[in-house]
């Protein structure tokens, strides 16, 4: 059983910066893509990045310039780097692991930039 453990999340004021990072443990092919969703409030679910095992890397437009994914192989770890935070960033974020048809979620992480 695969399982995905998020840390990072948090309170940051405007222009701010988080690190998020998730690990995943269980049964888990080489090959596959890693990456982070987040949901705001009354809004659905969105791709904010993802990483291939061979890193190539694709993100959203909202978040490109100022967010950057990297990953571990060897630890199972994804990383979201968050620099220049704004208000509209205030998100439940989603760890996500696809493995050929399968995706696992991890249990979300809470985002809130405000002043």
């Known amino acids: 059983q695969v399982q995905l453990v998020e840390s990072g999340g948090g309170l940051v004021q405007p222009g701010g910066s988080l690190t998020l990072s998730c690990a995943a443990s269980g049964s888990i092919l080489s090959i596959n893509t890693m990456g982070w969703y987040r949901q705001a409030p009354g809004k659905q679910r969105e791709l904010v990045a993802r990483i291939t095992s061979g890193g190539l890397t694709n993100y959203a437009d909202s978040v490109k310039g100022r967010f950057t994914i990297s990953r571990d192989n060897a630890k199972n770890t994804v990383y979201l780097q968050m620099n220049s935070l704004k208000p509209e960033d205030t998100a439940v974020y989603y760890c996500?692991?696809?493995?050929?048809?399968?995706?696992?979620w991890g249990q979300g992480t809470q985002v809130t930039v405000s002043s």
């Open positions: 996500n692991l696809a493995v050929v048809r399968i995706d696992y």
